[in-house]
């Protein structure tokens, strides 16, 4: 029995050892950004709002063909004195028959129609045309709200890309100041004193290095959950904390983004359609002008062979009694909407210039602590050759973890604002 359950345990564990491990995806920048578009929840609903848009504009062109119809029907009815179908049958009179299917009381057996017709408006006051180019107008406002959506997803995807590179670069500076302090600490003589000291340096190490991983962590999280990934997908990222200065004029790039920026089209787009609803609202005091036609066969006898057509030519005049009211409301929407584009522009242009402001900031800081981190780091190198006490060594070592730490935060820093001003612009920034 012992030698049966060893032999089963001795089997288990051979087939866990056999198990492959799971399969490691790796990202760039560029495979990110494409899965991100791929499974975006607000891109993929700005998608299906560009598609209703278009068909709208399919709808409301065809408001410009004539309406065809045909209708059939058969009735069952009883009848002492005349009366008429519903108008949903076309208002047909029906009266006492006192023929073959008669019962002699007036009652009969049934009543047979089909028909035909066409309706086609000819005049409303612009009414149609003004509903065509407010879809049009609300497809291309659908186009650019889309266009600012895959420009956010994009910035979003770049930031937690660079800040993951960031937290993984975190932590092996950390872990490896981590395995150099312990190598000090127990290889240096030390007094009391000095022990209390290096145990302190120790402790901040390990606490470094654990918050590092733990920010790793989160960053490994946010990354997935910005590229629409299950939450426990092994993966990792392949990229490099590298960048370039970039030169910009500034007023330019105000005019850019007054120019590019979708969120501004969009609202232009928007007084457009402001515009056309009043237009709309305008129009509800025209006549319209309509023709229409119909052809009838109706009878009593299966197959029906009597017929009646008609050809109409029609005028409407309508009195509305909140046409002034619906104008007002309009015009109110219309001048809200000016208020609020200009308002827009005023935050557009803002936000460019805030950009601008942080990028010549990471960039004039960036290569002084990269600078300042290489010449401390050469100088290190130069002493870790010679014999030196080991408190002196271990501060030198800390002190250049967090020389090593401010320049790479400063170049991730420096990426990410040249991606939130090429956002704030609306376009790429050649370096």
């Known amino acids: 029995m012992i030698k049966a359950l060893v032999l089963l345990a001795a089997g288990l564990a051979a087939s866990a050892h056999a198990a492959p491990s799971p399969i490691l995806k790796t990202f760039t920048l560029e495979d990110a950004t494409r899965l991100a578009l791929l499974n975006d929840a607000r891109l993929l609903s700005a998608e299906q709002d560009v598609i209703i848009a278009q068909e709208r504009v399919n709808e409301a062109r065809f408001l410009f063909l004539p309406e065809f119809g045909l209708q059939a029907s058969a009735t069952k009815y009883e009848a002492r004195y005349p009366m008429s179908t519903s108008s949903d049958l076309?208002?047909?009179?029906?009266?006492?028959?006192?023929?073959?299917?008669?019962?002699?009381?007036?009652?009969?057996?049934?009543?047979?129609?089909?028909?035909?017709?066409?309706?086609?408006?000819?005049?409303?006051?612009?009414?149609?045309?003004?509903?065509?180019?407010?879809?049009?107008?609300?497809?291309?406002?659908?186009?650019?709200?889309?266009?600012?959506?895959?420009?956010?997803?994009?910035?979003?995807?770049?930031?937690?890309?660079?800040?993951?590179?960031?937290?993984?670069?975190?932590?092996?500076?950390?872990?490896?100041?981590?395995?150099?302090?312990?190598?000090?600490?127990?290889?240096?003589?030390?007094?009391?004193?000095?022990?209390?000291?290096?145990?302190?340096?120790?402790?901040?190490?390990?606490?470094?290095?654990?918050?590092?991983?733990?920010?790793?962590?989160?960053?490994?999280?946010?990354?997935?959950?910005?590229?629409?990934?299950?939450?426990?997908?092994?993966?990792?990222?392949?990229?490099?904390?590298?960048?370039?200065?970039?030169?910009?004029?500034?007023?330019?790039?105000?005019?850019?983004?007054?120019?590019?920026?979708?969120?501004?089209?969009?609202?232009?787009?928007?007084?457009?359609?402001?515009?056309?609803?009043?237009?709309?609202?305008?129009?509800?005091?025209?006549?319209?002008?309509?023709?229409?036609?119909?052809?009838?066969?109706?009878?009593?006898?299966?197959?029906?062979?009597?017929?009646?057509?008609?050809?109409?030519?029609?005028?409407?005049?309508?009195?509305?009694?909140?046409?002034?009211?619906?104008?007002?409301?309009?015009?109110?929407?219309?001048?809200?909407?000016?208020?609020?584009?200009a308002e827009l522009q005023d935050r557009v242009r803002l936000e460019v210039r805030q950009a601008n402001e942080n990028l010549r900031y990471w960039q004039k800081e960036w290569p002084i602590r990269e600078t300042h981190y290489r010449r401390v780091r050469d100088m290190y190198d130069a002493a870790a050759r010679q014999t030196a006490a080991a408190l002196s060594r271990m501060r030198a070592m800390e002190g250049l973890l967090d020389l090593q730490l401010s320049y790479l935060t400063a170049v991730t820093e420096h990426i990410i604002a040249r991606a939130r001003l090429e956002r704030a612009v609306g376009r790429d920034i050649a370096p």
């Not at 910035?155 to 890309?161: C, D, G, P, Q, T």
């Not at 109409?312 to 809200?336: H, M, N, T």
């Open 90 to 341: 076309g208002n047909i009179l029906l009266f006492p028959n006192q023929g073959p299917f008669s019962d002699g009381l007036g009652n009969t057996d049934a009543f047979y129609s089909g028909r035909g017709y066409m309706n086609m408006s000819l005049y409303e006051g612009g009414k149609t045309l003004n509903t065509l180019r407010l879809a049009e107008a609300a497809q291309k406002q659908a186009l650019s709200n889309h266009e600012s959506v895959h420009m956010d997803l994009q910035l979003s995807v770049k930031e937690v890309f660079f800040r993951l590179i960031l937290a993984q670069e975190r932590v092996a500076a950390t872990a490896e100041f981590l395995k150099a302090v312990e190598r000090v600490v127990d290889g240096g003589r030390l007094d009391a004193w000095e022990r209390i000291e290096a145990e302190a340096l120790l402790g901040a190490a390990r606490a470094k290095d654990s918050e590092s991983a733990h920010n790793l962590d989160l960053a490994r999280l946010n990354f997935l959950k910005n590229i629409n990934l299950e939450l426990d997908t092994p993966f990792q990222v392949s990229g490099d904390l590298e960048t370039r200065p970039v030169d910009i004029d500034i007023e330019k790039a105000v005019l850019w983004a007054v120019e590019l920026r979708p969120e501004l089209q969009s609202e232009t787009y928007k007084a457009e359609m402001d515009a056309i609803t009043v237009n709309l609202a305008t129009s509800r005091r025209s006549p319209r002008v309509f023709v229409a036609s119909d052809y009838e066969l109706t009878g009593q006898r299966f197959p029906v062979r009597e017929n009646n057509w008609d050809a109409s030519i029609g005028v409407k005049i309508p009195f509305a009694y909140d046409f002034w009211s619906q104008l007002r409301e309009k015009k109110a929407e219309q001048r809200q909407g000016q208020l609020k584009r």
